[in-house]
């Protein structure tokens, strides 16, 4: 009886998940925050970073080398989870996600999500040391400038050993148990690695400690839905996210300006 039991925990349906290549997982976030997600602003252009119009020029030039791109940001419509502001879908999923790493004795924790182009600047340039092309280079191996951020969108969490750092995050049980099978425990709760191993041109150097939310409904779908530019949350064709939908132009642009520019 107990032998039956046991058998029948999981369901065949529930392990369905495609295994993945690092730029398959990359391919699968730029895809779901171009035609899936709710609540984007699209990127406007390039952001000030150091003031300086010059050296902000070769700021840009040096990280779009590296493979950092415009990201979108959150719009009005933001939650939150254990304290850490992120998208209501991202908030729920990580509910889910923590306790059931609770249950399976991991106790990491959500130690940033959505973080604007502000927070953003004012992080890279504490982070800069000098002007120089090699110093720039340097500061992009782990930290993005303002409007090149997965965190700006509110889909990004950084996970953090409970009682450790990020960096350490990849030598610990818990990423380990995230990471098993390809992803398997992430995945169930629509995660994926956010810059996964074996991708050379993502912006910073790989980051075990952040996964995205994309939705298990695109996870299982894949790079069919990829390919297709459309997949099982679109709402309509175009890839305009569903909290466009019914704004016309003007009163689109009236409802994101404040958000749109950030100074
Ligand atoms: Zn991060």
């Known amino acids: 009886m107990v032998l039956a039991t046991v058998a029948t925990t999981e369901s065949p349906v529930e392990e369905a998940f495609p295994t993945y290549t690092g730029d398959e997982f990359k391919l699968l976030y730029d895809h779901a925050v171009r035609h899936e997600l709710p609540n984007l602003i699209p990127p406007s252009g390039r952001l000030p970073v150091s003031g300086d119009p010059d050296l902000d020029e070769r700021i840009w030039d040096i990280a779009t080398a590296r493979g950092y791109v415009l990201r979108p940001v959150a719009g009005p419509d933001l939650g939150s989870a254990d304290g850490v502001p992120m998208q209501p879908q991202a908030a729920a999923a990580w509910v889910e996600l923590r306790e059931a790493a609770r249950a399976a004795g991991h106790r990491f924790v959500v130690s940033s999500a959505y973080r604007s182009p502000d927070s953003q600047r004012i992080q890279f ?92 409904d695109l996870i299982r779908c894949g790079m069919p839905c990829v390919e297709a530019g459309s997949g099982p949350m679109a709402r309509h064709p175009g890839g305009e996210s569903p909290v466009e939908f019914g704004l016309d132009r003007d009163a689109r642009r009236r409802r994101w300006r404040p958000l749109a520019f950030i100074g």
Not at 142 to 147: E, N
Not at 150 to 159: C, E, T
Not at 185 to 204: C, E, H, L, M
């Open 125 to 216: 340039n504490s982070k800069l040391r000098g002007t120089s092309d090699e110093a720039i280079d340097a500061a992009l191996t782990w930290y993005s400038i303002p409007g090149t951020s997965k965190h700006h969108g509110g889909y990004a969490l950084d996970f953090r050993y409970s009682d450790g750092t990020f960096g350490e995050f990849r030598q610990t049980p818990d990423y380990a148990w995230l990471a098993a099978d390809n992803f398997l425990n992430a995945k169930r709760y629509g995660f994926i690695p956010s810059y996964p191993d074996d991708v050379t041109t993502q912006g910073p150097n790989p980051e075990p400690w952040e996964f995205v939310w994309v939705g298990v």
